[in-house]
């Protein structure tokens, strides 16, 4: 037996909520680098849970502590199911990103919700969480936390990119990693896809046939986001505040919101990553042929879409090395990233009660 293998149960739930990603996850402990997802899966939400993950934002605080045990019972059912199906035997522990519910930076706010000790007495398993709180209270923004991944475990390209409920970049510089949210995606994207009758807007098929809204457009660029700079990051409040009312306003088919909205995506990467630029890209909008095509076509950038189950999992994989970097207490959370006060190793750990 390798001693300095470790095997990490990883779990990751977006704001697109497109369901709960989890992997079960080797790592060599003396070289992070030499990781292997062994396992992967996402688990779907019930239309009730996703009802209740989007209405949650409006609840009292009663009832996200209900939701904070009712989610990490149902994180408990599926990571045992997981268990079950890949009969995984060896398990050092299990690392939960949760879901965000509240994310108010600025307010010094953020909750995930997935109780720790909740999952830990389900599954039986030493259980770390709560990633983002105590980058929040040392003045961060709790966000983005995959950098550090990006850093230690992919740092043969120039750019990581994801493309998630938001796009958020990574990239190192004068001797730091800086990384930001850069504009919402499927968040937005799926929502009129949705009206449509889909689930996603598929390669970008949707958008593709839709007709570009060049005022709408040029309106959404002089967003005040964009003019900040880092650390910044983004959350459903904001553009239910920002982004929605601007897309109802003109009061246009769902086929031309989503073509017009991918396109100001596309505009919004290719203003944050220099040309030539070797960049990785993941999460599900790297599936959009058209948003990726679009990108090209803004300007000559190298985006290297990799592997499918690499696309789909690297969060839950990044979230499962934060987890191993707390457990050996060595810092996960970058100051230069998030803002805070000073780096840091974040993070709650729960045992299971006996």
Not at 192 to 213: M, S, V
Request: hydrophobic share 40%.
């Amino acid at each position: 037996m390798n001693i300095s293998e470790v095997f990490i149960i990883g779990l990751m739930s977006g704001t697109s909520l497109d369901g709960i990603d989890l992997v079960y996850v080797k790592f060599d402990k003396n070289k992070y680098q030499d990781f292997s997802i062994l396992y992967s899966k996402t688990v779907s939400y019930s239309e009730k849970w996703k009802a209740t993950l989007q209405d949650a934002i409006h609840f009292s605080s009663d009832d996200l502590n209900i939701l904070d045990v009712d989610y990490g019972k149902l994180l408990g059912k599926e990571i045992a199911a997981f268990v079950d199906e890949f009969q995984i035997e060896k398990i050092d522990f299990i690392a939960s990103h949760g879901h965000t519910v509240l994310h108010q930076p600025e307010n010094g706010i953020t909750l995930q919700v997935g109780d720790g000790q909740t999952i830990a007495d389900a599954t039986g398993q030493k259980v770390i969480c709560d990633f983002r709180t105590q980058d929040v209270n040392l003045g961060g923004q709790g966000a983005p936390l995959v950098p550090i991944g990006d850093e230690l475990l992919f740092s043969d390209y120039d750019y990581c990119l994801n493309l998630g409920g938001f796009s958020n970049i990574s990239f190192h510089e004068d001797g730091k990693r800086i990384a930001y949210d850069v504009c919402p995606v499927n968040i937005v994207l799926n929502k009129y896809a949705k009206e449509l009758g889909f689930e996603y807007d598929d390669k970008g098929q949707i958008a593709a046939n839709g007709t570009y809204l060049m005022q709408l457009e040029s309106d959404l660029r002089l967003l005040e986001y964009y003019q900040q700079k880092p650390p910044k990051s983004l959350g459903l409040e904001w553009v239910q505040k920002e982004i929605f009312p601007r897309l109802e306003s003109v009061k246009r088919k769902p086929e031309d919101l989503l073509r017009t909205f991918t396109d100001h995506v596309a505009w919004a990467l290719a203003e944050v990553l220099p040309k030539n630029a070797r960049v990785l890209v993941t999460g599900g909008g790297a599936f959009n042929e058209y948003l990726i095509n679009k990108v090209r076509e803004e300007k000559e950038i190298d985006l290297i879409v990799p592997n499918q189950q690499l696309i789909n999992f690297k969060e839950a994989l990044i979230f499962a090395f934060l987890g191993l970097l707390k457990s050996e207490n060595k810092v996960n959370c970058l100051s230069s990233v998030t803002g805070a006060s000073k780096d840091h190793s974040s993070g709650e750990v729960f045992y299971p009660k006996l």
